[in-house]
């Protein structure tokens, strides 16, 4: 078995990112919008915050209390999308049950929208046309990449129909050339469906779930689950029991995580050329 490790690809695709901002001629700026302090929350914000100032971004973070309006989130998004200094906007999820996270979502511009949830660059990547694509998958292909783990002619097994990685990744290797099945929580005999993947990715937020049993031999496993429990972090896959069986497996954490950041890094940037253009 070999460890894909998002760790050592993130450093590295850091360097790659750091000579492309040489060339922009502005500070790029990155502004994440957050309702409440879910704790959760405020780890990832902390981790971004962290990246852009060694990025030398311009970070603002808006922190609203659990009562905002819907009215107040949308001027505060329309503010930024017209603000010149601010090249990315996310809105950190999850959001008060008050407000819908759709309509907040769409309000950001597609031209700023780093976390690619927009119905505009949801639509590009299911049209397979370049525009703004969400950061956890774009970091799974770039694993996949980097340790030249072939995509066309592959059978991929993804379990997790989330708009944040399930749905964005099955595109993304169809987009590929993969062959892709996309398995839900009502989906039956799941194990049946992994026993014949070449590629299985596991986003579904249950500890452990996958398993030797219901892996073929040399299969590659993504491991996109983050679990929590007495402080630990345990994936969506048990590590232990499947990593002789695997080809190739993601560790949780150091695997997936660390990619989603640098993700973020780099659709800011890149949502900096398309806005440019
Ligand atoms: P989500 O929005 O809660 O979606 C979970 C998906 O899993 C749903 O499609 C659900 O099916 C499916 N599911 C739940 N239990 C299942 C089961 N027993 N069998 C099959 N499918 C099942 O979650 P998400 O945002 O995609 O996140 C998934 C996990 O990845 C979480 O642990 C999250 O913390 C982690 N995550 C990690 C990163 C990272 O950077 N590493 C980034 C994002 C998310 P239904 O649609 O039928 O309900």
Request: proline share 4%; aromatic share 4%.
């Amino acid at each position: 078995m070999e460890l894909l490790d998002g760790k050592e690809l993130r450093k590295k695709k850091l360097e790659e990112l750091k000579e492309r901002i040489k060339t922009v001629d502005k500070q790029l700026g990155l502004a994440v919008v957050q309702v409440g302090a879910d704790e959760a929350s405020n780890v990832y914000i902390k981790q971004k915050e962290k990246l852009a100032t060694e990025l030398g971004y311009y970070f603002v973070h808006k922190n609203f209390p659990n009562e905002v309006t819907q009215d107040e989130l949308i001027k505060e998004l329309e503010k930024l999308n017209n603000d010149d200094k601010i090249d990315g906007i996310i809105v950190q999820m999850p959001l008060p049950a008050h407000l819908d996270a759709s309509i907040i979502q769409n309000t950001i511009s597609p031209l700023k929208d780093v976390d690619g949830l927009t119905y505009v660059n949801a639509g590009k990547l299911i049209q397979n046309v370049s525009g703004l694509v969400p950061c956890t998958p774009k970091g799974i292909i770039d694993i996949l990449d980097e340790y030249n783990i072939t995509l066309e002619g592959t059978n991929v097994v993804v379990i997790g129909r989330s708009i944040l990685v399930g749905k964005p990744i099955a595109n993304l290797l169809i987009n590929r050339n993969a062959t892709v099945i996309l398995c839900h929580s009502k989906t039956k005999n799941i194990a049946e469906i992994t026993k014949n993947a070449d590629i299985i990715i596991v986003a579904i937020g249950q500890k452990h779930f996958l398993t030797e049993d219901m892996v073929k031999k040399d299969a590659v496993v993504i491991d996109v689950g983050i679990n929590r429990e007495d402080g630990k972090l345990y994936g969506d896959a048990d590590f232990e029991n499947l990593k002789d069986k695997c080809s190739y497996i993601t560790p949780v954490p150091g695997g997936v995580g660390p990619m989603t950041v640098y993700e973020l890094m780099n659709n800011v940037h890149l949502a900096y050329t398309l806005h440019k253009k």
